[in-house]
Structures are given as C-alpha cells and as structure tokens.
C-alpha cells in the first residue's frame, strides 16, 4: 500500500536477513542457557518472529523476512527476548535503527550491539502543542510573564500489552524550578484528545529579543507547534551495553517516489518495445541488464512490468533464443547466471507461487511435523537410528515428492507452459542432434531452479514460516539433491553424486520408469497454451493465525461482542474456530466473498481492521499488525477474484445504530458508496503496479548512468574501429553498435526527463515544508534528512 503525499504515492518495503545472535547474557541460574527468539518491529508494533531457538547463548536464527510497509514509522527495531520455563517471554536488548539511518546498512551483513530495553526508551507517537506568551501587569504595577501551554491531542502513542491508557505531564524547567502539571487520564485509545491548558509564571532576561525564541520569524505570543515523543534522559538501570550481546543483520530498505502514471510513458514505451528489437541486445530492457551490477537487480523489475502489460512470453523468448544461439555446448545451456536466467526464475516465483504451494505444500508441511529420520551418511548416524530404517524413509518422501510434481503438469501456470515451450523450441532448433536438449531445457528451470530449491528453503517459497529445524533442513536437503538429479536426465546420474552414500541411495530410482515420468511431465508443461490453471479437489491450506472478529449477527437476539479466534484459509473456504484444530465455528465458500476491504479506524476505534463481505453480512476482522492485515487481505482477495458476483463498491465503515457511518444510510441492504480497491483481475500480469516498477527500472539507469556513457563509447569505438575489443568494453554485449548507440540515446533521454521532475518535486516539497506541522512534526530526523539529501542531489548532464 502505498501512502499518499502531495501528488505522490510513496512504496516502501524492507526485506531482512535475521543471522545470529552472540554473546547473550547467560541464565542467572544454575542452567546458564536461555530460549531465545528475535522480533521485527516497525517502532513498537510487531510484525514478524522467529521461531525460538533453544539452549543457547549465541542462537543462529537464519531467516528472511520480506514486507511492504503501509504506514510512516521512525525507527526499524529488533528485540531479542528470552522465554522462561513458564513461558513467559523477557526482553534482553534491542536494536533501534532509525529510518534516515537504513542506507547506511543497505543490503551489507553487519553486527548490531544489543541496547537496553526500559519503559522509558520505548518511545513513538508525537504530539500537538500551543503556546502563549503574555504580560501580566498585577495591581502594585509590577509585569508579570504567563506561558500558557495548550495540550491539544497526541497521535500515535504506543499499545502496551493491548492498552493504552494515556495522560501528558507538562514541565516547565529551570535552574531552581521543576514545576510539573498532568492532564487527565484518557482511557483506551492511542490518539487521545485533550485540549487542556496549563499557565507558568516566567521571568524573561533583561537582554530578551523576540529572536532569542528560536521559533523562524513568528510572534511567540501564539504558536501550534506538533513535537514527536522522544525517549527521556537517563531513563532505565545503567547497562553495560557489551554486556548484553549482539546480532547479525542484512537490511535493505527501498522507498519508491511514484509520479501519476503519465510521467511514465516515455520510458514504459521504449522499454515494452524491447521484444522487438533487433537484435534483442540492443534493446533497453537487455542494455538494463547490461549496466546493472547484478542481473538479478534488472530482472525483477523487467518481469514485473511485462508480466503487467502482457509482454513477458515474447521478450523472454526473445532474449532466450539470443541466448542458446550463443550457446557452443547443449550441456551448458541456460547454466549461467545470465538475464534470461535470472527472468524466468523470477517469472516462476510471480506466477508460479499458488502452483508451488498446491503441489509441495501438504507433503512439506508432512515432513516438517513428522520429523522422520533420514539421515544416510554412515559417519553421520545416531547410535539410536538405523540405516536401513532411515533409507526407507527417505525412499518413500523422494518417491512422494517426484509423483506430486510429475503429476502437476495440469496445473502448472499458462504463462510458465508458454515460456517453456519457446526454450524447448529455441533449443532443439540450435542443437538438433542432441535429442535430450528439448528436455534439458526445460528442467534446467522447473527441476533445478524451481522445485529443488523450494523443497532445501521452504520458508524462502512461503511453504514453511520458518527456516526448518537442523535434522529437517538435513533431510529436505537429501530429497532436494535426489530430485534435482531425476529431473536432470543426465546420462550416468550416480556420477553426479560426490558422495558414495548417495550414488548407492540413487540406485532406487535408476528404473526406466522415473526417466519416462519426467519426460512426460516436461513434454506436458512445454505445450504452449494447452492448460489452463485449475481448481483441485484437495484443499490447500493457504494461511492460518490468531485474529479477533466481531459477531457477525447470525443469530437474531446476539450479542456483537469481539472475540479471539483461530482464522483457516483454503482455496475451498474460510473459517475460523475457538482454537487450532477445533471444528469450525463458521466457514465461508470462496465463492461467497464479494469483496475483501480496510475497515475505518472510526468504526470501532480499533486498528488493522478489515471486512469479508458476502452476500448476507460483513465479517469484520481485526489483524495483530498492519503488515499482517495487509497479508490477509491480499490473500483473500487474490483467492476469491475470479467470484462472478464480486462487488464493484463497498462501504468503507460499519453499519452501527441503524445506519452506515460512511454515508449515513440507514438500509443496511444499501449498495456501497465507495470503489472496491481490491477487485484484481484473475490474470497475475494485472496483479502489478507498472508506474511502481518504471520508477524502480528508471532509478536502476540513473544509478548506473556512468555505465550507460561507457557503453555509448564501446558502441563509438566498435564502430570504428575494426579491431581487437578494449579491455574496458569487453564486459558489454553489443552486437550492432549503431542500433545500440540509438537505444541509448533515447534511455539518456527519458531518463534525464525524469530526473528533472524529481529534482522539481523535491525543490517545491523544500519550499513548502513547515517544520512544526502535524506532516513534518519538530524531531523528524528523517524528513530532514531526506531534505538535505535530495537538496544535495543534482541532474546528470551528458
């Protein structure tokens, strides 16, 4: 979701790597260890945790955590807390990254020390101040000072353990005074209003000037100032901070400024064109891969904004068979990290998640849970385990595993069959002796780069939340090999084993009938356009976790009270219970949901509330955090969109004494007054903001602009001189140097356009900007930050 500002929309998303933690204070008691799990926080609300990690001081947590965040925050926080043997969870220490900080630790493996945590640190929210300065003259003659402080509202206070209770405690300090005032306690909100006012005599210096109240150019006589809460002083126990440990973190941070969409055009144009030009290298979406320092950077944007336009078949099979021709071996083909690689692995993920999730995830799921012992190395067997034992049970979950992928052909994505389809075209055309290279193709992406590496991370594909467990991950890793082999069709596949305990273990599967499978199974994903992606007869489980819903008033005299439930999503229904694996309490058929929309805080002045509409009722809902909110609403959306009765407008607000909060209708049978904003269309192309990934593609050229001259001198000295290639244009492909030089020449172009309506952007948001204001608080490091930078920031000039 993106949040709104002067004509912008602002995205911004984080992608984390929780590492490890070191040095964790030991357990006062005589068992020194502790049971620890880290937390990701956006100032104090949670939303995300890693499972625990028992008995041990220095925990290796290895997770990934990706968001988009939906709403404006100050600091990034991590908290490592302790559960005791009464499962009571302790906080040990924090890391408190504030946002202007992010760049600084973008996308590098660094060691945080673990800070304190006390009340008094834990700190967010701002609030709205007015102050009066005036004179008092008293009957003997003498001028008095009053400061009349007004208290009006404060914003976004922290919720502690679900309450928040607040009152604001006015001081007025000086060398021999520390008079404090309290307003009155506002009861179960985190926005309070106040709107009460205090008065302190003051004695102003002999040499005061209005100037000395460092308040710009305005009268101190009347001010409305909005402040953002800061941590007091000297809060909290002293903690020596090596004390408490420290921890390992990768963050990267991206925060997108997206103009309308007719900014745009230009770019988006010259870059939809790339299919057809020729030769594909000179295009710009190729000529973006060229530049980057990573093919993956280039790809995921690329493959997002062609999915969206419906152009990802043609470009991909279009760079795809520029590829193969310059292929010499039919062994290597599609082997190296080049951008057509690093495309189609990322199509896979966009397209190809609901298929992942319906073959893997209920054998994955089997295998996390049941934990089986598998483990084949000699050296590495357990006194209490047998090999034999342990080789049938990994037998039968690689046999399980290979039949539920050999037999999804039927649901594997249109869009995924069309591509594969062109590579095993491209493919067999280059290299018409070799009569396997048809195959290799293709399973050089579904085998190697899609399933395997799905069955060895499951967390990373959204099968599992959490990074397995060491013996799990030890088992998943001998089924990902043994797969990633069968559907390799190498001719002497116990070769491809380093280890004689695999080589002997694959000796199961050198049956003819496991090579007639995979080729049946690619042959069937390779047939361009032929299936269509379908419902399945078993329910997959999709999403599942605690949320708090409101009655919905099935029953006639009920009383509408919010209550805790377990939330079950399939791709058949909706449901939730009193607990996890209790019977439903209430489902809901996917065909019944018309809408799945945001709730207005006003309704029932609670937060991260979202409404399931169906035909008789709204289910009103509320999520733990606004990440998971979001999660949930995009899920359900996505699983019911293909619903012929969807709705086309809904009401953002609850129906409460007889009509809508919203519009004030009384018929509660009243159609919505507001567009659904949840209505994507079936097609995943559609299922993409394109001015979003524009702007990503064209902040990539403007990193990369000193590369983007260098190719313009590679394409002017290719062609003129005949000669050997310097060393420093070695890097790029440029096979017409004269198409390539008029592709680069229009990149410049429009990005160079861009970048003048950024720089205008940013110079009116300079002038405009109040600090002090309720957008721009005084204590917002961040946006000053961001002011200064962009003020630094200049255009290129070429």
């Known amino acids: 979701m993106a949040v709104e500002e002067e004509g912008l929309r602002v995205f911004q998303s984080v992608k984390i790597k929780i590492g490890e933690a070191k040095n964790i204070p030991p357990y006062p008691g005589p068992n020194k260890m502790r049971d620890c799990f880290c937390t990701v926080n956006l100032d104090q609300e949670e939303v995300f945790r890693t499972k625990i990690i028992e008995k041990s001081l220095c925990p290796f947590y290895g997770e990934d955590f990706y968001c988009e965040i939906p709403r404006s925050f100050r600091h990034l ?94 001081s007025l300090l000086g060398p021999s005074r520390s008079e404090a005032k309290k307003t009155k306690v506002k009861r179960k909100t985190n926005n309070p209003q106040f709107d009460e006012v205090f008065y302190f005599e003051v004695t102003r210096p002999l040499s005061y000037t209005k100037r000395q109240f460092d308040v710009e150019e305005e009268d101190v006589d009347k001010l409305a100032l909005r402040y953002f809460l800061q941590p007091r002083e000297n809060g909290g126990k002293s903690v020596k901070v090596e004390e408490l440990g420290s921890l390992r973190l990768n963050i990267v941070y991206t925060e997108d400024h997206v103009f309308p969409s007719e900014h745009y055009t230009p770019l988006r144009d010259l870059l939809l064109q790339s299919a057809n030009v020729a030769p594909v290298s000179a295009s710009p979406a190729h000529t973006l891969g060229e530049v980057c320092r990573e093919k993956q950077e280039a790809a995921i944007p ?87 034992t342990n080789r049938e049970n990994l037998r ?202 945001r709730l207005e805080e006003e309704s029932f002045k609670m937060k991260n509330m979202f409404q399931v509409i169906q035909p008789e009722r709204a289910l009103y809902i509320q999520a733990n955090n606004c990440v998971e909110a979001r999660d949930w609403i995009d899920i359900l959306t996505k699983v019911s969109q293909c619903n012929r009765k969807r709705l086309s407008t809904y009401h953002p607000s609850a129906y409460l004494n007889g009509h809508w909060l919203c519009c004030k209708l009384s018929a509660d049978t009243a159609s919505g007054c507001t567009p659904c904003t949840g209505g994507l269309p079936a097609n995943i192309q559609l299922d993409v903001d394109g001015d979003r990934e524009t702007e990503r593609i064209y902040s990539l050229f403007s990193t990369y602009m000193t590369k983007l001259i260098k190719m313009q001198e590679a394409c002017g000295s290719k062609s003129v001189y005949d000669g050997p290639e310097q060393e420093e244009y070695s890097s790029f492909v440029i096979d017409d140097p004269q198409e390539t030089y008029k592709t680069l020449k229009l990149i410049v172009s429009a990005v160079q356009t861009l970048e003048q309506q950024h720089t205008k952007y940013k110079r009116d948001k300079f002038k405009k900007t109040k600090i002090g204001s309720q957008e721009h608080p005084i204590g917002d490091k961040s946006f000053q930050c961001y002011i200064r930078q962009q003020s630094e920031s200049s255009t290129y000039s070429i």
Not at 143 to 152: D, E, G, Q, S
Not at 347 to 372: F, N, R, S, W
Request: charged share 25%; hydrophobic share 35%; with cysteine.
């Open 302 to 388: 690329l493959v997002r904004l062609f999915l969206h336009y419906g152009k990802i078949v043609p470009f991909i099979s279009t760079i795809a068979h520029a590829e193969v021709n310059r292929t010499q071996d039919p062994n290597t083909i599609f082997r190296g990290n080049s951008l057509t690689s690093k495309c189609i692995d990322e199509t896979m993920k966009l397209a190809g998640m609901h298929y992942l999730q319906v073959t893997l995830k209920p054998i994955i799921d089997e295998i996390c849970t049941d934990h089986k012992s598998c483990e084949i190395d000699p050296v590495k067997l357990k006194e209490s385990e047998n090999l034999e």
């Open 77 to 170: 926080s991590f908290y490592i807390f302790d559960r005791d043997v009464f499962r009571r969870d302790f906080s040990i220490g924090k890391v408190a990254v504030k946002k202007e900080d992010l760049q600084k630790y973008h996308g590098k493996d660094t060691w945080f020390q673990l800070q304190p945590v006390s009340a008094d640190s834990e700190v967010q929210g701002k609030v709205h101040l007015e102050l009066r300065l005036s004179e008092v003259i008293t009957d003997s003659g003498v001028i008095n000072h009053k400061l009349a402080t007004r208290v009006l509202e404060c914003q976004g206070l922290p919720i502690v353990n679900g309450q928040c209770d607040p009152y604001a405690a006015v």
């Open 396 to 597: 039968q979950y690689v046999d399980r595993i290979f039949n539920v992928i050999t037999t999804s052909g039927v649901r594997c994505p249109t869009v995924m069959c069309d591509i594969f389809f062109s590579l095993r075209e491209s493919a067999a055309t280059r290299f018409q002796v070799d009569q396997d290279v048809r195959y290799t193709a293709v399973s050089s992406f579904i085998f190697l780069r899609f399933f395997a590496p799905a069955i060895l991370s499951p967390n990373l594909f959204h099968l599992r939340p959490h990074h397995p467990d060491p013996a799990t991950s030890r088992t998943l890793t001998l089924i990902s090999k043994t797969i990633q082999t069968l559907g390799s069709l190498a001719k002497s596949k116990s070769a491809n084993f380093k280890e004689s305990y695999m080589a002997a273990f694959y000796d199961y599967f050198n049956e003819q009938k496991y090579s007639d499978a995979v080729k049946n199974f690619l042959d069937l994903i390779s047939t361009s356009g032929k299936w269509d992606q379908r419902s399945i007869e078993t329910p997959i489980m999709l999403k599942e976790g605690f949320m708090i819903k409101r009655a919905q008033g099935r029953k006639r005299f009920g009383i509408k009270n919010f209550k805790k439930r377990w939330f079950r999503l399939t791709n058949h229904e909706f449901t939730y219970h009193k607990t996890k694996g209790e019977s439903a309490l209430c489902s809901i058929p996917i065909e019944n949901i018309l809408a799945v929309e």
